[in-house]
């Protein structure tokens, strides 16, 4: 009898795992179970999610105008002639851009950053689409940028850098506005809401 | 300029999503950040985890002793010959494999059954590796089986179902003790565990 392989390193569901568990908020045991489940897939099935990756992977690319996510050159809402494309919404990324659309409200473009200035995290200015925005807005047409990076010190930091760079070029730049979300408790608010809630108060 | 295609159905990210969504434990929302997340890999990370995913379906499969995945045709537990393999611990999946090797306290072998007894689910115990556990025990050399099936309805039916068959067999069938989590704050224990640490109650 051959004298067994040590149950670690280069097993092949091992390695699997390890895919996994390198995926954000997948930790080693989630890993484990997932890759179990794919070896319950038929031949054809994973192959169909290998290919997924590949395809995914090799097709898709930033818009050349907004910077999203797509497999075309112009992505389908850069390229939509109903959108109203002298309102640019700035996002930190792809999923953002996702959010909006959901609320079947927006009808401007976007502009996705990639990211957000951290320095601590070594994210500086020009690791991110700025220049690509500035160049969109120089070619003319715009009037309004809203800056739709999250209420955090990294979003509040880049909307301030990027407006200070957007105010000289005569374009209206505006911020979300930030309060209670509908169907908050107010007794259950954090400060900050609840300031910023009181303070951007409206008249009714 | 083109008719923008609709961000719906046929998109590589969407379809990298859906793959992702498949796996259990994973909403749309979650696959869709999973699906962006490989957008940031390199050709040959995404690469990596498509032959993750292909070379462990293609050479993982059942061990031809304990039903056990691996990618050999006995797995390194069965050919150890360090294993005591007069002791069958009898479980519902490789991830009870892992754990019970995970407390490095267990020296005997496994046997996999690949699910639990659940009729309404349509498992009856055909569709179950029982018949290779008897064929195990007719083989001779084993003294006794470990019923380490979980204390659900499920986990209970299935190891009253393999008792019954082996013990005329003349093997010792044991379960595993059921009582308090080590750690465990009595007071928050439900009923059914209460009962049962009492139940098993030993002298000290």
Redesign the interface.
């Known amino acids: 009898?051959?004298?067994?392989?040590?149950?670690s390193g280069a097993?092949?569901?091992t390695?699997?795992a390890?895919?996994f568990a390198?995926?954000?908020?997948?930790g080693m045991k989630?890993a484990?179970?997932?890759?179990?489940?794919?070896?319950s897939?038929t031949?054809e099935e994973?192959?169909?999610?290998?290919?997924?990756?590949?395809?995914?992977?090799?097709?898709?690319h930033a818009c050349s105008v907004c910077q999203n996510?797509?497999?075309?050159d112009?992505?389908?809402?850069?390229?939509?002639?109903r959108r109203d494309r002298s309102t640019i919404c700035v996002v930190e990324?792809?999923?953002d851009v996702?959010a909006f659309?959901r609320t079947k409200e927006y009808n401007g473009v976007y502009h996705v950053l990639h990211g957000l200035i951290s320095p601590i995290d070594g994210i500086t200015p020009d690791k991110l689409r700025i220049t690509e925005l500035l160049k969109r807005i120089q070619a003319g047409g715009v009037r309004e940028v809203i800056m739709a990076t999250n209420p955090t010190p990294e979003g509040e930091a880049t909307a301030m850098y990027v407006s200070k760079l957007l105010k000289p070029l005569g374009i209206k730049v505006t911020r979300l506005a930030f309060g209670l979300p509908i169907g908050a408790i107010l007794e259950y608010a954090d400060e900050v809401t609840l300031y910023k809630a009181l303070e951007n108060r409206n008249e009714i």
């Open positions: 009898m051959a004298v067994g392989r040590e149950p097993l092949p569901l390695l699997l390890e895919q390198r995926l954000p908020g997948i989630t484990q179970r997932l890759a179990y489940f794919v070896m897939y031949d994973a192959e169909a999610f290998a290919n997924a990756i590949i395809h995914a992977r090799k097709t898709v996510l797509t497999d075309l112009v992505c389908p809402i850069c390229s939509d002639e990324g792809p999923k996702t659309e």
